[in-house]
Structures are given as C-alpha cells and as structure tokens.
C-alpha cells in the first residue's frame, strides 16, 4: 500500500507576481507558478486508502464478493490491491457433472506446462445441484458455495483422498443433502470445512479415517449414521458457535452415535467453549457420544 502524495507541477508563464507581463516574464514578479493541485491519479490513491482503512473493519467471508467487489470499479481494484485467485465456476457449459470439472482440473494440475495457470478455486453457484454417489478429489482445491442455505449438493457427498503431503482441501458456505457420507476423508489430505451444513445422508455425516478435518459451524443433522466418526488414525476438529449434531443415527444401529471415536487412535477435539453436551444432541442409535477414542475440549 502506497502512501499518497500530492504532486506539484511547474508551469511557464506571466500569471506570477505582480508587475509580471503575460509573455515575456518581464515583470520581477514573474516566473514560475506551483500548482499544488493533485493529481488524478494521487486522488484515487487517497480515496483508496480511506475505502481500504474501512474495508478492514468487515469481512468478506466469499471470496466470490472480493473478487466481484475488486472489478466492479478502478477504485476498488486500487482499494483492494491483492490480486485473486485463478478461479473458475460450476455449472459449466462445458462439464455436465461436478466430477467431470473437478477431474479436468486436476488433470491439468499434473500437466506440468499449465500447472501454474489452473484455478485453485471452484465457485458452486446458487441453487440445487444433483448427482449420485461421491465427488472424488485427489488434489488440493477450494470449493466454496454461495452460502448453506443457498447453493446444496443432493444426492451426493464430498470424498476427499489423495496423499497427505498433498496439501489441503477447503470447502465452504454449503449444505450438503442426502447420498451416502457427507463428507469423507479417506487416508488422505487434510480437511477445512467452513459455514457448511449436512443434513439427511444415509450414512455419517462427517467421517475421517487416516486423516484429519477440522470444521467451524459445522452442522450435522438427521444422518443415518453418525454425525461425526473419528476413524483410525483420525483427528476431527470442532469450533465456532453455531456447531450442532442433532438428531443423527437415525437407522437405528447401537454403533452410531452424534460423536463418535471408533478406537484408541480416534479423536475428536472441541475447541472452547464447545463441550459434547452442548453441541451433541437428540441422536439415536447409541446415543450423543461414544466409542473407544478420546474426545476433549482444547484451547484454541
């Protein structure tokens, strides 16, 4: 960020002191004029520093409003000097389904010659869209909806493998409705859920199995299964106020709790002030919590 400054400009001319002619400069008042005046460009700057002083004091939660917001006006491309990501959008004229972009995507992340140039982040616009079975993602991407009431993928989960030193997969501001799991980490890259809401699948709602996820205002809601399973080997990591399990393990299994720790290596952390009691309620099955790991609460 640039400071502003005002320019000065230097002019020729007999609009001086007094006694100053105008041509000629004789007069010992003539000379040069400062214009003190600033600059078009100096104004935009100043007007940019004030915007971007206000836009600090408030949170664009979607990337999508930054973006937008930085092209709508020369002001607020100047105001918001950081440069988006490469993006892209679904529904996309050119993949009928979710998994047939996300698999072009990653096709081209392994292609060595375009792998800087491919969009890092997917936008999944308003509304419903429907699939079966699972979206499978190998590499690292950010897919970030329009919000959990607005933009819910039916039918379908959310399943995330690929190599641990892969990197991290982000999913944000959506719901997911139905299908099998909601979302499943398998042995794979790390998880960061956001803003997003499960509600009515036919098995867990969230599952991590030789890997880790961590979500702020989860939401998991009349799930078969469990609400949220800690594997082997797994750590789930809950925060943010609006956390709620409820009303999960609705096919009636004992083996099916709102949180659930499957063995020894299974964790579920609660980041303060979260505790099991408040946020894991009204499930079936074997009841709000269970299992052979450990659930605590840690600090953030």
């Known amino acids: ?40 460009a100096s104004r935009l700057n100043k007007r940019a520093d004030v915007l971007r002083c206000i836009l600090s004091f408030h ?16 002001l607020f491309h100047r105001a918001l000097h950081q440069p988006p990501p490469l993006w892209t959008s679904y529904p996309c004229s050119k993949y009928a389904t979710l998994q047939s972009l996300v698999d072009r995507l990653e096709e081209l992340r392994g292609d060595e010659e375009s792998s800087g ?37 039916v039918g379908f989960g959310l399943m995330i493998e690929g190599n641990k030193s892969d990197g991290i997969v982000e999913i944000n501001n959506l719901k997911i409705k139905g299908g099998g799991f909601g979302l499943f980490a398998c042995g794979g890259m790390k998880v960061i859920m956001r ?53 999960n393990g609705t096919n009636g299994s004992s083996y099916d709790y709102g949180l659930y720790t499957y063995i020894s290596s299974s964790t579920i952390h609660l980041v303060h002030p979260l505790t099991k009691k408040q946020i894991s309620t009204n499930n079936g099955g074997g009841g709000n919590w269970g299992g052979k790991g450990t659930i605590e609460q840690i600090s953030k």
Do not use: W
């Open 1 to 40: 960020m640039g400071l502003c400054s005002s320019s000065t400009a230097l002019e020729d001319g007999g609009r001086g002191g007094e006694g100053g002619e105008e041509e000629g400069g004789g007069g010992e008042g003539g000379g040069l004029v400062i214009n003190t005046t600033p600059s078009l």
């Open 195 to 247: 803003g997003c809401s499960i509600e009515e699948c036919q098995e867990d709602g969230v599952f991590a199995r030789g890997a880790d996820i961590t979500c702020d205002d989860l939401q998991v809601v009349g799930c078969g299964g469990s609400g949220v399973r800690a594997g082997n080997n797994a750590t789930i990591t809950l925060s943010g106020q609006g956390t709620t399990i409820q009303g």
């Open 117 to 153: 140039n491919v969009p890092s982040v997917l936008f999944i616009e308003e509304g419903e869209h429907r699939g079966k079975g699972n979206v499978t993602m190998k590499k690292p991407l950010s897919i970030i909806g329009a919000g959990r009431g607005m933009t819910t993928l």
């Open 59 to 74: 949170e664009t939660r979607n990337p999508k409003e930054y973006i937008d917001l930085r092209s709508s006006s020369k």
